[in-house]
């Protein structure tokens, strides 16, 4: 009778046994869907990180890519200059040539001149003091300064010396012939990077270039109280020397410890020292002791007067003729 009733239990509940592995599979099917969800998820989201970062490196690429046209564009006007250069260097060395053979036969040629007319003594002096006697080395030392080289004039560039010579002005006498609208309509060709640069006095500092009066070039550029750019590039070539203002030392005979000395005194300036007598001096380097009796003050106050006067090359010129400052 027991055996009979669970079995009778057994059948009225049969659907159980057929419900169970629908749930079963279920309860698998959605365990499976969620795991392929996350990692649906984890690859789109992945997905849109190369993207992001394919669409960075190609912002990368046109970058390079225009950097290198730029590159390719400089490397060419470097070529250009450096053919400038070579063909500049060979006319040079043609000119030193004959320079040194005309400088042979002026010398030889010279007892001769002083046998028929020799020069009073006074004369000689006077000749030295004129500044006109100093300016022969203005000539060499210049002649570093090549008139194809624009970037002298404040506001031009590599870049913009580039286009100004594509534009057919290759040299300050080109430059120097330009009106502010030409240059204007020259640079609105190349966007509006180009259109806001000013060129209002470039063809007058070319002028200042092509006349080689470089003290009117250097005024010119310090107009605005800015370092001058023409002086920069004299420095850095070798045709000027660099002093800080009033360094005393800028006076040939004139060493550190002097300097300290004069300092102490109360000349600390250029142009203090122009104003101050031989005699001062003097005795300022007397009362110092004898390790300054070999310093001889006697060019001291002209030298500054010239450094004061921001007259460099013809400092330079009397420093050449110097020796330790006599």
Not at 175 to 200: E, F, R, V
Not at 216 to 223: C, D, R, V, Y
């Amino acid at each position: 009778m027991i055996s009979l009733n669970i079995l009778m239990d057994f059948c009225s509940i049969w659907w159980l046994w057929w419900l169970l592995p629908f749930l079963l599979g279920w309860l698998f099917g959605r365990a499976l869907m969620m795991k392929w969800k996350t990692m649906y998820e984890e690859t789109d989201a992945e997905l849109r990180q190369l993207k992001k970062k394919h669409s960075g490196l190609e912002t990368d690429l046109q970058d390079c890519e225009k950097s290198k046209h730029e590159l390719r564009s400089d490397l060419a006007v470097q070529k250009g200059r450096i053919s400038e250069m070579e063909t500049k260097i060979d006319e040079l060395s043609k000119i030193e040539d004959r320079d040194d053979s005309i400088t042979k036969s002026s010398l030889a040629a010279a007892p001769m001149v002083a046998a028929i007319t020799p020069p009073a003594k006074d004369d000689i002096n006077e000749k030295v003091e004129e500044p006109v006697a100093l300016a022969k080395p203005k000539s060499d030392k210049y002649a570093k300064l090549k008139s194809t080289n624009l970037q002298i004039i404040e506001g031009i560039g590599p870049k913009m010396e580039s286009v100004l010579k594509e534009n057919g002005i290759s040299t300050w006498a080109d430059l120097s012939n330009q009106s502010q609208d030409d240059l204007q309509a020259i640079l609105n060709k190349y966007g509006d990077k180009y259109k806001i640069i000013d060129p209002s006095d470039w063809a007058v500092q070319a002028k200042f270039a092509n006349n080689a009066d470089w003290e009117g070039l250097i005024a010119n550029q310090k107009e605005d109280g800015s370092d001058s750019k023409a002086e920069k590039l004299m420095v850095k070539l070798g045709i000027i020397k660099q002093w800080s203002q009033n360094d005393l030392k800028a006076i040939e005979g004139i060493g550190p410890k002097t300097a300290e000395l004069l300092v102490a005194s109360g000349i600390d300036t250029w142009e203090a020292l122009a104003n101050a007598s031989v005699e001062k001096i003097q005795g300022i380097l007397d009362q110092a002791g004898s390790k300054f009796k070999l310093a001889d003050p006697g060019t001291w106050p002209r030298q500054a007067r010239l450094a004061a006067d921001g007259k460099w090359d013809e400092l330079t010129a009397l420093q050449d003729e110097l020796d330790g400052g006599k």
